[in-house]
């Protein structure tokens, strides 16, 4: 048993006593590297979108106060956990160490992303590069230290760094979904364009039977334009999905069935209400955004008495994002929206 719980890095929890890294409110990331741990010279993080929204969002646009945010943040937790969202990203470093006890360690000086969240890897900032408002990669100098039941990836270098982080962040958009589609996918909806909503589609491009239909539906019509650029979509409509009665009106208007399949990876709350209403009583939702609150869907789902499938996303591959970086590196257009944010 105590090589599990150092398999996951519960030495470092401070508060609350018993609690797993991911749940404690504070880690300990000033203790030396431990056995089975590696450590990480930090350069990037990779704040999830709902996280990078709420920070950009209640800073007033300021890319220093961002900053400043995410030095509080890591500083009072020990980790990258914003305290709105209850969300964090990944990271991407140089290995600097390894402990002897690690039983797959990478070499030392290989550039590895992380597979896990933020939220559970003990952190330390020295500093915070300069912030772009635009995207959610923020430059850091810092140390990280990984537990030996924490996956990562080398970092791919035959893709542009910012499409591969974006991917990696959010690789199990791609395999969830693809895992979800089947010969009764008629139709297909995808909740939100950013990154993951993109590999959503990439995937239903790939793995949707010839005759099923896929949906974009994004409250900015720049974002649906990129889907219809791409080819990633067979309609894209501009709809608040924040007012799920409007939502519903607008598909009935586009000619578009409920849907067999919806997949929502939007960085906006409640969205739940029009999830569901869009989804067939038959069909499955597939709950990826960290800005969902699953309270809101399953007693949303109650009062609408629907009886479609609910699934939480979760950001584990076991494929470690390989089926992610496929899609990107077949489809250059994908490719280059994802670097461009």
């Known amino acids: 048993m105590s090589s599990l719980i150092e398999a996951l890095g519960a030495e470092r929890v401070l508060e609350p006593p018993g609690a797993l890294p991911q749940a404690a409110l504070r880690l300990d990331a000033t203790m030396p590297m ?147 589609i089947d010969e009764g996918t008629r139709t297909m909806l995808v909740l939100g364009g950013g990154h993951a909503g993109l590999l959503a589609l990439a995937t239903a491009r790939d793995a949707l039977p010839g005759s099923g239909r896929l949906v974009l539906i994004d409250a900015d019509e720049r974002i649906c334009e990129r889907a219809r650029r791409l080819g990633l979509c067979d309609v894209a409509l501009r709809i608040d999905l924040r007012d799920a009665i409007g939502a519903v009106r607008s598909l009935e208007a586009a000619g578009v069935p409920r849907a067999d399949l919806t997949v929502v990876v939007v960085n906006a709350s409640d969205c739940e209400a029009a999830a569901i209403l869009l989804t067939a009583d038959s069909g499955t939702v597939l709950f990826f955004s960290m800005a969902t609150s699953f309270t809101k869907a399953a007693l949303g789902a109650d009062g609408l008495a629907s009886r479609a499938r609910m699934v939480i996303g979760s950001g584990y591959a076991p494929d470690r994002g390989r089926y992610a970086l496929e899609l990107i590196r077949r489809d250059g257009g994908l490719r280059r929206a994802l670097a461009e944010g």
């Open 34 to 180: 431990q056995p089975y741990e590696i450590e990480i010279g930090v350069d990037t993080l990779c704040v999830d979108s709902s996280s990078f929204r709420q920070l950009v969002e209640s800073n007033d646009h300021d890319p220093v106060k961002v900053g400043e945010a995410i030095l509080a943040i890591v500083a009072e937790r020990g980790k990258m956990y914003n305290p709105v969202t209850g969300s964090g990203g990944i990271l991407t470093g140089t290995v600097r160490a390894v402990g002897d006890a690690h039983p797959e360690p990478p070499p030392v000086g290989a550039r590895v992303v992380t597979m896990v969240s933020l939220t559970l890897t003990p952190l330390r900032l020295d500093a915070v590069g300069e912030v772009e408002c635009s995207s959610p990669h923020v430059p850091v100098t810092g140390t990280a230290y990984l537990p030996s039941g924490s996956p990562w990836v080398a970092y791919p270098d035959d893709i542009p760094f910012d499409a591969a982080l974006a991917a990696l962040d959010v690789c199990n958009a791609a395999s969830q979904t693809h895992s979800l």
